[in-house]
């Protein structure tokens, strides 16, 4: 127990501790501070964590797509577990490459330019997950020889354990332009929008 030392006019020493109530109170006001606290810093670290791989994947993609127009080839960008081939998990979150697909055969092959590799280190509980326009789950996008990616086209969804109301979202374009998704309905509802109009979800 800290003590407080006063020498008082007469030259005598008080001393002057904490009293039980006193250190419960103290103990109080701190568990009500942890317990405020930790929550709103454990948010804090999965916005930041998902701000910045939804950046770092738009950024891959603008940089694909001008690839695909300098070098005039189609240009993939997919979910890779190895860093130097594609996978087909249906998961981005583990990695993903990008390559110019000189034969157009969606299969890095030997020769093929990997200009791009990115290997992720999440939670299991994060994920990014690639459904083109028709809602079906898929593996990789491709921006042809004028930036376009025609059959491509779809949303990236970013989720971690707080589920959709907390997702983030980017949308490519049939042009190939990319856009980060917002709430579009009518009356909001907290969750953003993919293309096509519907929720996102995860």
Known sequence: MNKLHVTTGTGVIAQRGLTLVELMMVLAVMAVLL??????????????????????????LANARSEAMARRLPVRVC????????????EFS?????????????????????????????????????????????????????GDSIGSSGTFTFCDDRGASYAGALILSPSGSVRGATDTDSTEDGIVNGLGGANVSC
């Open 94 to 146: 583990d990695g993903y490459i990008a390559y110019a697909d000189e034969n157009n055969d969606d299969v890095v092959n030997a020769g093929e330019d990997v200009f791009l590799s990115l290997q992720l280190l999440v939670p299991e509980s994060f994920s990014i997950e690639l459904r083109d326009s028709t809602g079906t789950v898929a593996s990789s996008v491709r921006f042809g020889s004028r």
């Open 79 to 90: 979910e890779s577990t190895n860093g130097t081939s594609c996978s087909s998990t249906s």
């Open 35 to 60: 317990t405020v606290g930790v929550p709103t810093f454990q948010n804090t670290v999965k916005n930041n964590r998902l701000s910045a791989e939804l950046s770092a994947l738009r950024a891959t």
